[in-house]
């Protein structure tokens, strides 16, 4: 019977990242060993000689504590590592999905099951995973210092080895897409060749005139190809800029992939520093940014709404007719309506 703790599904093509994954943070942060890791690309943790490997995977997945999928488009591809996953369920394993890097959530398909999984080069995302190991496998944490020295080695060799994407994010080509089945119960908006749902438009106040926003939606391009040229936020009533040159609409010129940020979980006076940061690494620009035909993508936009200030204490936020324009291809439109949600900001006198 194996004595396996973890059991890492990967696609061999991305060993490199997972090596010095296990020895930072597995092996050097954790105090796991050899026989603790169950890791086909290595000798010391893969299939003994000999051995048979159908046996061998079977065994440590069902015995193995946790699961972790170090998810990729290699991984997407691999016949073995979706064997493996379903396996995983299968046994009722506690699965840890982990994205490895240049892999965005818009290019997941249908593992987008998987938005909420850890992204294995973001220090807050392993300080959350080497917490849960932790917890889950009852090891005794090291001392911060040590921890932090490790985790920024690690992050180190993500800087240093992956390479970087030169344009926003390399897109499979056709023939790689994978169709995704939408359910018909899923509140849809459909117009031309685009699909837009789970669209959420959230807001809250921070002084008077400022408000943070996240706008989340999924697109997807339904009968041909989408180029976007230009995405923007409207009201039917003008409500940013200022007086004598109130605009109805505000530009959104960039966005990251859905679940890296929200903005019920940063606090308004981290808010700026959190977006700064995250687009800094993960920003896609909003122009001749291409969804294939039966792709489907996750884009989260967040920012500051600067609105007309009329006079003091005056609550100048539109609440109703909020609508987002995506022009996309030669001279083609969609117009999705969206709800304001609003919560609670540092002065809710300015906003609700």
């Known amino acids: 019977m194996s004595n396996i703790k973890i059991f890492i599904s990967h696609s061999s093509i991305d060993s490199g990242i997972i090596d010095e994954f296990i020895d930072d943070v597995l092996k050097l942060s954790l105090h796991l060993t050899s026989e603790d890791i169950a890791f086909t690309s290595r000798e010391d943790m893969g299939v003994p000689p000999g051995g048979n490997i159908d046996e061998y995977l079977r065994n440590n997945i069902e015995h193995a504590q946790m699961v972790f999928l170090m998810i990729s488009e290699n991984f997407k591809k691999s016949e073995v590592c979706l064997n493996e996953m379903g396996a995983a369920w299968a046994y009722g394993k506690i699965i840890v999905p982990i994205l490895l890097p240049n892999t965005p959530f818009s290019q997941l398909g249908w593992l987008l099951s998987f938005d909420k999984a850890i992204r294995i080069n973001n220090e807050e995302s392993l300080d959350s995973l080497y917490d849960t190991i932790s917890a889950e496998l009852q090891i005794p944490k090291i001392s911060i210092t040590e921890w ?14 992956i390479p970087q994407l030169t344009t926003p994010y390399a897109i499979p080509a056709p023939e790689q897409t994978i169709p995704i089945v939408i359910p018909a119960a899923q509140p849809m908006h459909v117009q031309g060749a685009l699909i837009a749902f789970d669209s959420e438009f959230v807001v809250r106040g921070v002084i008077e005139g400022e408000y943070q926003f996240q706008i989340d939606i ?39 992939p859905m679940e890296i940020l929200s903005i019920r979980e940063i606090g ?4 700026k520093k959190e977006v700064e940061d995250v687009y800094a690494k993960e920003r896609i620009n909003t122009i001749d940014y291409t969804i294939l035909k039966g792709q489907q993508v ?42 304001l949600t609003i919560i609670k900001g540092t002065y809710n006198a300015y906003c609700g």
């Open 148 to 161: 932090n020295k490790n985790k920024k080695k690690f992050m180190a060799f993500c800087v240093n080895n």
């Open 218 to 256: 999924r697109l997807r391009a339904e009968t041909k190809n989408i180029t976007i040229k230009k995405i923007e936020l409207h009201n039917n009533n003008p409500f940013t800029e200022y007086l004598r040159h109130e605009r109805k609409f505000m530009p959104l010129s960039c966005f990251v």
């Open 268 to 271: 308004v006076k981290d808010y």
């Open 298 to 339: 996750s884009l989260s936009f967040h920012g500051l709404i600067p609105t007309i200030r009329e006079s003091d204490g005056y609550d100048d936020l539109e609440r109703k007719n909020w609508t987002l324009h995506i022009h996309y291809n030669i001279n083609e439109e969609s117009v999705i309506p969206l709800n």
